[in-house]
């Protein structure tokens, strides 16, 4: 294995991690604690 290939192997790596939190980030089923966490700074206490 060439450094040319581990390279490539790294970014894909890479691509699959940030598609993977970018999934995780839009799902719907953290939609609400995403809402109730971006209401946090509003709120009083």
Excluded: H
């Excluded at 691509?15 to 966490?37: D, P, T």
């Amino acid at each position: 294995m060439d450094v040319i290939t581990l390279r490539s192997l790294f970014t894909v790596g890479c691509l699959c991690v940030f598609v993977g939190i970018v999934v995780w980030a839009y799902s719907r089923r953290n939609k609400a604690q995403f809402e109730e966490a971006g209401r946090l700074p509003l709120a009083e206490d």
